[in-house]
């Protein structure tokens, strides 16, 4: 099993974790010991998984207007610590492989490593709730028949991400790919260079 099928069965661990209480406000204990890489995807996905149902709730068309904002101002905080866990995973990756000699024809990815698990985890997500929608009841033959077509499709899709990103952790340990960690930056959750935020908007 590579790091990759690792990585995506803790996700999916958090995941249905999760909707034991199916309750973005409930606490959600992390089984793992802080400080190690479980730890910190367990956490991960758990970010994901609260803040998948805060979209989903913000879009209540009768949602009170106060209470939408108060929603966004979540979800805005919860994006900023979905980034800054990517890029503690991205730099556990650059320490693990810190020694490896790179060749001299190595190139770049598009993407890094944790990059890659971030939409791993989303896509966690994405198969736990079109494999729901084929499991309701309540709904007709077509639209079960459309999930499971959308599932078979996303599972598909896990099959080939996971495969790529095993293939690139494995081309950076034998030095054929390099890495590099580019903060991101965020300039709209910063006041220095959020003009609203530092006063320069008119």
Not at 50 to 58: K, N
Not at 60 to 75: N, S, Y
Request: glycine share 4%; charged share 25%.
């Amino acid at each position: 099993m590579g790091t990759a099928d690792k990585c995506y069965d803790i996700f999916n661990e958090a995941t249905v974790a999760y909707h034991v209480t199916d309750n973005v406000d409930a606490p959600h204990p992390n089984p793992y010991t802080e400080g190690t890489i479980e730890h910190t995807l367990y956490a991960k996905n758990m970010v994901d998984a609260v803040q998948w149902h805060l979209e989903d709730i913000i879009r209540d068309p009768e949602i009170d207007p106060v209470a939408a904002l108060a929603l966004k101002r979540r979800i805005d905080a919860s994006n900023q610590v979905r980034t800054d866990m990517v890029e503690e995973l991205d730099s556990y990756f650059r320490e693990k492989y810190a020694g490896v000699k790179v060749a001299a024809d190595a190139t770049i990815n598009t993407e890094s490593p944790a990059w890659a698990l971030d939409r791993l985890s989303i896509l966690a997500l994405k198969i736990y709730h079109m494999n729901a929608e084929t499991e309701r009841t309540d709904a007709s033959a077509e639209h079960i028949a459309k999930c499971r077509g959308k599932l078979a499709v996303l599972l598909e899709q896990q099959k080939d991400l996971t495969t790529a990103i095993n293939q690139l952790l494995e081309d950076i340990a034998a030095g054929r790919k390099y890495m590099k960690v580019y903060r991101q930056m965020k300039m709209y959750n910063d006041a220095d260079t959020n003009p609203v935020l530092y006063g320069g908007a008119k």
